[in-house]
């Protein structure tokens, strides 16, 4: 199996050069406190680094149709599993603590 399409090596040296730009990016807002944001921006990044390296390392923007699903189909995995374990989280305080346990066995009191 060969490939038709040839990448040319600029292509690559400047998908190299954002990837340690947006590296250099995440590290620098790392030090900047914004709150709750901090997650959102380089979770934001890193899916920017991400698409870069799927879309012109693996070659998937030149790859044909099936493969593109393929890929999209793994990246809507993903978001279904953080989906999931975000919901997890965020909801976990929606039901109190039990305090009963150490009612029904002695010993466990100060456990929970």
């Known amino acids: 199996m060969s490939s038709s399409h040839v990448v040319p090596v600029k292509t690559y040296l400047m998908v190299f050069a954002a990837l340690i730009f947006f590296t250099g990016l995440t590290t620098g807002?790392?030090?900047?406190?914004m709150g709750a944001f901090n997650t959102v921006v380089a979770?934001?990044?890193?899916?920017?680094k991400m698409l870069l390296v799927v879309l012109f390392f693996m070659h998937v923007k030149y790859s044909t149709g099936l493969l593109r699903i393929i890929a999209f189909a793994g990246i809507f995995w993903l978001a279904i599993l953080v989906t999931l374990t975000l919901a997890d989280i965020l909801t976990r305080h929606w039901s109190p603590a039990s305090t009963t346990w150490g009612l029904i066995v002695p010993g466990l009191r100060g456990l929970f």
Do not use: E, M, R, S
Request: a negative charge.
């Open 29 to 33: 807002v790392a030090y900047i406190d």
């Open 43 to 48: 979770l934001a990044i890193a899916v920017v």
